[in-house]
């Protein structure tokens, strides 16, 4: 008889090696992201790209790391948690989202103020040109819009280009000239819901010439 070491001693030579490949050993699921950018897996939310939402991705997780596919891609790699309910997220994730909610939030403040006055359209051309920041004029803008409307918001971009101020503060001045020509109060500025249906409602002043035509003018001698 032989010990274990001399018969590991003798099989040794016709062991065959580990393979340059090892056998992958991760657990693997299909995980839907919803509207947020984050796919559930063992209780635990981990980050994606916010390009990601309302997709469905492969989570591969070792005993260590958790990473997050489409297709063959990896696009999102975090420590794996065991807790229950964390979030686990990866600044470049978020500050990547911040900076898309910005830009989108900037758009729509163009769009809207497109609608409500076009001759904003011009401003800011001619503002960017001086070197303006866009995302601030639109900024101040919409909030002139929100305070005075769009008729008087129009006719008062319409007086700062003739009088060659694109800016906003220069729509501001013509706005509160205007304003106390007429001897009204400032304007209140409204809280919104945080809805962008809501803030984003154009309110235009209706035309009453239709009224008149109920109660034309008569002859009120007998």
């Given at each position: ?42 209780l ?19 005993l ?15 420590p ?21 909610k ?10 809207r ?19 303006t ?5 639109t ?9 005075y ?19 906003p ?9 205007r ?14 819901p945080?809805?962008?249906?809501a ?22 001698d007998?």
């Amino acid at each position: 008889s032989i010990t274990v070491r001399e018969a590991f001693g003798q099989e040794r030579r016709q062991l065959i090696g580990l393979p340059d490949n090892p056998y992958p050993c991760d657990e693997r699921l299909e995980a839907s992201v919803g509207k947020t950018p984050y796919v559930r897996f063992d209780l635990n939310d981990y980050s994606v790209p916010h390009t990601q939402v309302r997709r469905t991705l492969t989570v591969l997780a070792s005993l260590n790391q958790v990473r997050v596919l489409t297709g063959t891609e990896v696009i999102a790699e975090h420590p794996r948690a065991y807790g229950k309910g964390e979030q686990i997220e990866d600044p470049a994730h978020l500050d990547a989202l911040v900076s898309a909610k910005r830009a989108a939030r900037h758009h729509r403040g163009q769009d809207r103020l497109a609608q409500a006055a076009p001759s904003s359209r011009a401003l800011l051309q001619q503002a960017a040109d001086r070197g303006t920041p866009m995302s601030r004029a639109t900024a101040e803008l919409v909030q002139l819009l929100d305070d005075y409307g769009a008729d008087e918001l129009e006719q008062a971009i319409a007086e700062a280009l003739n009088n060659d101020v694109p800016h906003p503060s220069g729509v501001r001045q013509v706005l509160e000239r205007r304003r106390e020509l007429r001897d009204r109060p400032p304007p209140i500025t409204l809280t919104l819901p945080d809805n962008d249906k809501a803030r984003n409602i154009v309110v235009r002043a209706p035309s009453l010439a239709l009224y008149d035509q109920l109660n034309p003018d008569t002859d009120d001698d007998p």
